[in-house]
């Protein structure tokens, strides 16, 4: 069964950096989109940013306006998620998630066949 794990989240001040990965148990892994979401304390689940199989496109949320960046290693099975110039409204559980092959648009949770268990990203002010 393929599986999504998430890592390198932590605790950072304001204005720090974080960069989390997701590595995929399937070899299958480079013929898929794959996206971050996050989720905030009483927050619904958001969308983050998706890159495209060959990693030729991506799409961000508007609050990341310039501070994160997607990238991906298909040789690693692994999306990588670079955050700088974090806030403290950018505290939540980051999940990386599989773009359903058949969906048609990437900004909904629904559009998405597989989470990851999430990591848990803090900012202090």
């Known amino acids: 069964q393929v599986q999504l794990v998430e890592s390198g989240g932590g605790l950072v001040q304001a204005g720090g950096s974080l960069r989390l990965s997701c590595t995929a148990s399937a070899r299958t892994f480079s013929m898929y989109n794959m996206g971050w979401f996050r989720q905030g304390p009483g927050k619904e689940r958001e969308f983050v940013a998706v890159?495209?199989?060959?990693?030729?496109?991506?799409y961000y949320g508007d609050f990341v306006k310039g501070r994160f960046t997607i990238s991906r290693e298909n040789a690693k099975n692994t999306v990588y998620l670079q955050m700088n110039n974090l806030r403290p409204e950018d505290t939540a559980i980051y999940y990386c998630?599989?773009?359903?092959?058949?969906?048609?648009?990437?900004?909904?949770?629904?559009?998405?066949?597989?989470w990851g268990q999430g990591t848990q990203v803090t900012v202090s002010s």
């Open positions: 998630a599989k773009h359903g092959i058949h969906s048609a648009s990437y900004f909904s949770t629904d559009e998405y066949d597989l």
């Open positions: 890159i495209s199989w060959s990693g030729g496109m991506t």
